[in-house]
């Protein structure tokens, strides 16, 4: 955060930290003195793209039973070790300073300059991605530099603020960027020059903005429930018969799509692909739960195994097993991709699969928050917070869209909704249904299933234990970065991983 970052980014020039480039650069960087919003946007929009499927993704994913680390390659113990808990200071350095040095610092950027070149259409589109890239990070840290960040030159050390009142101000936040995103006229207005919602006219991208910003609204609301039910009913309600419009297909998810070209790939892909070979692997919590309903999704989610299993089964991971092994389903292409035809020759006797059995296009998009994510907010706000509309029917949307997105045929919907798309029991028992499909949904969304487990202690995890694991339980909070300690006199460690942010109020 002591840095300012300065890049003069289009949608064909932007350079990646850790070594990874999404787009060629093609300006100097030390000859930049100036940068157009029309730049800015595309940098900002890649950013947080890749925020959504790298460092915060693997952490809160491993965190969450959805990976596991416990691969064959033992000369690279990392993830094991955040799967057991173990993610300490200097392990969020990267994505620290790519957050608050890069992203919310060009988002700001990017907010100014609209605003002082009359553009209230691209500072209303930055208004929308510091609210969503600030959630994410408050539910990831608690509190965190907000009122004086991104200050750049006149505030080098900002202040850490209260995360309730960094959640209040968000609200503000998308209120002013969608009142900013209908402005009457605008000197310029996004459309294609953005890697998220690109289009060809304005209105159909504002439109995609206005029901991104919206249902992030509903996100925020609906995390405050555990501490204050009756601000979450009250403002879901009003929300929601204010006339506002929400996500209404697949189309509106926010996401960002990755190229199918070498370095321009979906970064986990990437990274599995390249450095941490053989290491990430499906955890078995996930899969198991799966297996239990047969869902269909697993097809899309994973490789079986043995890979000739007839029907396909799959396994899991998990570093509780006790040899690291390649004897396990692999992350498939709803993460990683256009999958090629199996290698028969890369297939061991065993049906694990050996590397480049399959190959992917890397083209897999980072999911942000989707349509399916809106469906079962709705069914928990109806179910549990008197809020508009009918729970069971949000509910089976939601499991609709998720296993839409993921390729299945009519016929697969079809079959699991009859088993599978009812609610039933107590609220409780209801409240469990609607958020554990909502985490099978939810597989490679960002922090959001960490959320969702912390706030309401569903799915029914089993936490690790020590001597295993680091904690008795799983965290509720990562450490702040050691660069920022090492740097910033207003912030303090927190004394462990089981501080909690301010929503988080569940016993």
């Known amino acids: 955060?002591?840095?300012?970052?300065?890049?003069?980014?289009?949608?064909?020039?932007?350079?990646?930290?850790?070594?990874?480039?999404?787009?060629?650069?093609?300006?100097?960087?030390?000859?930049?003195?100036?940068?157009?919003?029309?730049?800015?946007?595309?940098?900002?929009?890649?950013?947080?793209?890749?925020?959504?499927?790298?460092?915060?993704?693997?952490?809160?994913?491993?965190?969450?039973?959805?990976?596991?680390?416990?691969?064959?390659?033992?000369?690279?113990?990392?993830?094991?070790?955040?799967?057991?808990?173990?993610?300490?200071?200097?392990?969020?350095?990267?994505?620290?300073?790519?957050?608050?040095?890069?992203?919310?610092?060009?988002?700001?950027?990017?907010?100014?300059?609209?605003?002082?070149?009359?553009?209230?259409?691209?500072?209303?589109?930055?208004?929308?991605?510091?609210?969503?890239?600030?959630?994410?990070?408050?539910?990831?840290?608690?509190?965190?530099?907000?009122?004086?960040?991104?200050?750049?030159?006149?505030?080098?050390?900002?202040?850490?603020?209260d995360d309730e009142a960094i959640y209040a101000d968000l609200i503000r936040l998308i209120d002013e960027g969608i009142g900013d995103i209908n402005a009457a006229s605008s000197a310029l207005s996004p459309n294609q020059y953005t890697t998220i919602y690109t289009s060809n006219d304005w209105p159909s991208a504002r439109e995609k903005w206005e029901k991104f910003g919206n249902t992030l609204k509903l996100r925020i609301f609906l995390h405050y429930s555990a501490r204050d039910a009756a601000f979450a009913s009250q403002q879901i309600s009003a929300l929601i018969n204010s006339g506002a419009r929400f996500m209404e297909s697949n189309g509106d998810s926010f996401q960002m799509s990755f190229l199918a070209e070498s370095q321009r790939q979906n970064p986990l892909y990437s990274m599995e692909n390249g450095q941490f070979r053989n290491q990430f692997f499906p955890n078995r919590f996930l899969v198991d739960l799966m297996n239990e309903t047969g869902d269909p999704r697993r097809r899309s989610y994973f490789v079986p195994f043995p890979y000739h299993s007839s029907p396909a089964t799959y396994r899991g991971a998990s570093f509780l097993d006790i040899e690291?092994?390649?004897?396990?389903?692999?992350?498939?292409?709803?993460?990683?991709?256009?999958?090629?035809?199996?290698?028969?020759?890369?297939?061991?006797?065993?049906?694990?699969?050996?590397?480049?059995?399959?190959?992917?296009?890397?083209?897999?998009?980072?999911?942000?928050?989707?349509?399916?994510?809106?469906?079962?907010?709705?069914?928990?706000?109806?179910?549990?917070?008197?809020?508009?509309?009918?729970?069971?029917?949000?509910?089976?949307?939601?499991?609709?869209?998720?296993?839409?997105?993921?390729?299945?045929?009519?016929?697969?919907?079809?079959?699991y909704m009859a088993a599978h798309g009812a609610l039933s029991g107590t609220d409780a028992q209801q409240l469990e249904q609607i958020i554990t499909e909502k985490y099978v949904a939810n597989y490679a969304v960002l922090v959001e299933p960490w959320t969702d487990y912390r706030r309401t202690g569903y799915p029914r995890l089993v936490p690790h234990q020590q001597p295993a694991a680091i904690y008795n339980e799983v965290p509720r909070s990562l450490p702040y970065a050691q660069s920022e300690i090492n740097n910033n006199p207003h912030i303090t460690q927190k004394p462990s991983l089981l501080e909690r942010v301010f929503w988080d109020t569940r016993q």
């Open 324 to 415: 690291p092994s390649s004897a396990y389903s692999r992350i498939h292409s709803y993460i990683y991709g256009t999958a090629s035809a199996v290698d028969p020759a890369r297939v061991n006797p065993n049906g694990s699969l050996q590397d480049g059995a399959i190959t992917y296009a890397g083209d897999g998009p980072a999911r942000l928050l989707t349509y399916a994510e809106y469906n079962f907010i709705r069914a928990e706000a109806a179910l549990l917070y008197g809020a508009p509309g009918d729970a069971e029917a949000f509910f089976a949307a939601g499991i609709r869209a998720s296993m839409q997105e993921a390729g299945l045929t009519q016929a697969e919907i079809d079959g």
């Open 1 to 161: 955060m002591k840095k300012v970052f300065y890049s003069l980014l289009t949608a064909s020039t932007i350079l990646f930290g850790s070594c990874e480039k999404f787009l060629d650069v093609n300006d100097d960087p030390n000859n930049v003195t100036d940068v157009q919003i029309t730049q800015l946007l595309p940098s900002v929009t890649v950013n947080v793209g890749y925020m959504g499927a790298s460092d915060l993704f693997r952490y809160t994913s491993l965190l969450v039973q959805q990976f596991s680390g416990h691969g064959p390659n033992t000369g690279f113990g990392t993830f094991r070790e955040y799967e057991r808990y173990n993610i300490n200071d200097s392990d969020v350095n990267n994505q620290w300073t790519r957050i608050f040095g890069t992203t919310l610092s060009d988002i700001q950027l990017l907010i100014d300059k609209a605003e002082a070149s009359g553009s209230p259409h691209y500072a209303g589109v930055a208004k929308l991605l510091k609210a969503y890239v600030y959630q994410i990070v408050v539910d990831a840290w608690g509190d965190v530099p907000y009122f004086n960040a991104s200050k750049h030159a006149e505030n080098l050390y900002p202040e850490v603020d």
